[in-house]
T-cell receptor, first 115, second 110 residues
Framework: SAVISQKPSRDICQRGTSLTIQCQVD?????MFWYRQQPGQSLTLIAT?????????ESGFVIDKFPISRPNLTFSTLTVSNMSPEDSSIYLC????????????FGQGTRLTVV | GENVEQHPSTLSVQEGDSAVIKCTYS??????FPWYKQELGKRPQLIID?????GEKKDQRIAVTLNKTAKHFSLHITETQPEDSAVYFC?????????FGTGTRLLVSP
């Protein structure tokens, strides 16, 4: 298994500002992902964080709004830029180990409130 | 791309009863089907998964079945306990990507 540490765990931010969320895995992983979970809703994939190259974004999410870094195989950041109240959500980091299989582990999430 | 539908959205059972949650998927290339349990304010936790080369898998009170032809898979919880109360998510995909269902809120009453 993998241990994923995500921080901050929560934050309250002013609209128009940006917040960077960090995700640290205790072992090298091939795939890292960022999800958004609106209150009471399912998990929506924002993007796949690719090591050494630009992230792959899902439909409806763009790099200017959600820039992602992945400098190595254990760390990634997600920035929520120019925030508005609609960005209030839980943001989750996830990682897959190559072995034993495709099980995805999650960080504890970042609860973001934009006021 | 993949689309996952999950039913029911809420499920209330009495302690000791069985609970069944069903999901359908659209992409025949999906080969991995995990189920996650998420308690309030917590991260999703994997409870069981199944791969496309297997039709059924069981782990104590939890079992998952997969019908590749019909593109559906189900979670079965037997002898439910109050601590099983949570939101359950199915997902479909593979190593590159997972698409999650909409979730089922399971309430087990003592």
């Amino acid at each position: 298994s993998a241990v994923i540490s995500q921080k901050p765990s929560r934050d309250i931010c002013q609209r128009g500002t940006s917040l960077t969320i960090q995700c640290q895995v205790d072992s090298q992983v091939t795939m890292m992902f960022w999800y958004r979970q609106q209150p009471g809703q399912s998990l929506t994939l924002i993007a796949t964080a690719n090591q050494g190259s630009e992230a792959t974004y899902e439909s409806g999410f763009v790099i200017d709004k959600f820039p992602i870094s992945r400098p190595n195989l254990t760390f990634s950041t997600l920035t929520v830029s120019n925030m508005s109240p609609e960005d209030s959500s839980i943001y989750l980091c996830s990682a897959n180990l190559e072995t034993p299989g495709t099980e995805a582990f999650f960080g504890q999430g970042t609860r973001l409130t934009v006021v | 791309g993949e689309n996952v539908e999950q039913h029911p959205s809420t499920l209330s059972v009495q302690e000791g009863d069985s609970a069944v949650i069903k999901c359908t998927y659209s992409d025949s290339a999906s080969n991995y089907f995990p189920w996650y349990k998420q308690e309030l304010g917590k991260r999703p936790q994997l409870i069981i998964d199944i791969r496309s080369n297997v039709g059924e898998k069981k782990d104590q009170r939890i079992a998952v079945t997969l019908n590749k032809t019909a593109k559906h898979f189900s979670l079965h919880i037997t002898e439910t306990q109050p601590e099983d109360s949570a939101v359950y998510f199915c997902a479909a995909g593979g190593f590159q990507k997972l698409v999650f269902g909409t979730g089922t809120r399971l309430l087990v009453s003592p």
